[in-house]
């Protein structure tokens, strides 16, 4: 019997969304940041994951930026919901 297992499979999911003006391309888009989740599969159907990154990237570009620490994530996404709540007037990202 032949058995497929496999590695990489990435899974997104989006947590949130803002309309900004993207630094690359200059247009005011939807950024998402979400989730991705990678996975080791067997016979193509993702069994376990084995890494999770997060992104914020455009729309419109996909450029965008990586958080590789939790915590730099969480910190990001705390400003994000301030900044939707207007109580901020600017987006920073000084991770
Ligand atoms: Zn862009």
């Not at 032949?2 to 990489?8: K, L």
């Not at 003006?21 to 989730?35: A, E, M, P, V």
């Not at 007037?89 to 000084?94: E, H, S, Y």
Request: glycine share 4%; net charge positive; hydrophobic share 35%.
């Amino acid at each position: 019997m032949i058995y497929f297992f496999g590695w990489g499979d990435t899974t997104n999911r989006n947590i949130d969304s803002v309309r900004i003006k993207c630094r690359y391309c200059g247009h005011i888009s939807t950024f998402d940041l979400k989730q991705v989740r990678s996975w080791i599969s067997f016979f193509f159907i993702p069994i376990i994951p084995y890494a999770k990154k997060y992104w914020f990237t455009c729309s419109n570009c996909d450029s965008g930026y990586k958080f590789d620490k939790r915590e730099d994530f969480e910190r990001f996404r705390k400003k994000l919901l301030a900044f939707k709540a207007k109580k901020r007037k600017t987006l920073t990202l000084d991770v």
